[in-house]
């Protein structure tokens, strides 16, 4: 058998095997199959670029190289809350490389990226655009699913992947509440839901689910089409901004921005923060209270509203 001896080659297969070795490790201590997937693309795409530049070997990532990277993400518009992951996940694995003693010093050690931003999400939908939205689906197999789908991620506030991860028996239909199995950080938490989704989820179950699922044993909630099986992040990621093309609105949907309108509409109607931080399923108090902050045209209203300067007459 002809053996590899191209040392670039080498040092490719190399750092692929410490790649996995590391996120097999970060996956025995508790990670999800998801927070896996993520960082192997964050370190397979640093791992390409430092090849791209000739470096190789692991012992000859010096921490200029990683700031010039990082610096690039930067200029390709990378979010800063995003790039502030990616460098996490380039800290953790260059550390784990040195406790390993694979490297004689961590490259990455001092690596930073300036104070996440705690500005409110760009983009919050009104009330208006989501009823246009949630009516966006009509009728028929898919309509009856996708608006089942709709409603329950701005009724829940859920993320992508808690929505795609619900089976159906995680759904209480009576006592109105939903079972997330293992969220972020592999919680399980109870969220309430309400009577619009739960008539939506109804409807979909009855009649579209039943004709869309495959095998019998299949325990998904929401199943893509064709193949019967559990939707994906990746269909989702699809399907609700082309059901917000569909109701004409302008502004960039995403399953996300349901989650921060379903927050943001809770507390402006006098949800408890502490209650809203639960429902998202928070670490901390202070991740939800960027929700809390109103905006200019909230200003602008209650200005007009409360200012005295009109009714004065002047002598």
Not at 48 to 77: H, K, M, N, Q
Not at 91 to 104: D, K, V
């Amino acid at each position: 058998m002809k053996q590899e001896t191209d040392p670039a080659a080498v040092a490719k297969s190399q750092l692929r095997h410490l790649i996995d070795e590391h996120l097999k490790a970060s996956l025995a201590r508790g990670l999800s199959a998801q927070t896996i997937a993520y960082r192997r693309v964050y370190l397979q795409r640093v791992a390409s670029w430092l090849r791209r530049r000739r470096v190789i070997d692991p012992g000859a990532v010096t921490p200029r190289l990683l700031e010039e990277y990082i610096a690039r993400r930067e200029r390709a518009c990378c979010a800063r809350s995003t790039l502030a992951t990616e460098i996490s996940v380039i800290r953790s694995f260059f550390r784990w490389l040195t406790e390993r003693s694979e490297l004689l010093f961590d490259p990455a050690r001092e690596l930073r990226v300036g104070r996440r931003s705690s500005r409110l999400p760009r983009t919050i939908l009104t009330e208006a655009e989501v009823a246009a939205l949630l009516a966006s689906p009509g009728d028929g197999l898919l309509g009856a699913r996708d608006s089942a789908i709709l409603e329950t991620l701005y009724s829940t506030g859920l993320r992508r992947a808690e929505l795609c991860n619900l089976d159906v028996w995680d759904v209480d239909l009576v006592g109105g509440v939903v079972l997330v199995r293992s969220g972020k950080g592999r919680k399980d938490r109870y969220v309430p839901i309400g009577r619009c989704a739960i008539r939506a989820i109804r409807g979909y179950r009855a009649d579209a689910r039943t004709r869309l699922v495959v095998n019998a044993r299949q325990s998904a909630l929401y199943l893509a089409t064709f193949t019967g099986r559990r939707i994906s992040v990746k269909t989702l990621n699809y399907l609700v901004p082309r059901r917000a093309q569909a109701a004409e609105i302008e502004k960039r949907v995403t399953p996300h921005v349901l989650r921060h309108t379903c927050a943001t509409h809770l507390l402006r109607g006098g949800a408890d923060i502490r209650h809203v931080q639960v429902i998202l399923g928070h670490a901390s108090v202070s991740t939800t209270q960027i929700y809390t902050r109103v905006d200019i045209e909230d200003l602008v209203r209650a200005h007009h509203r409360a200012h005295p300067r009109p009714r004065l007459r002047l002598p």
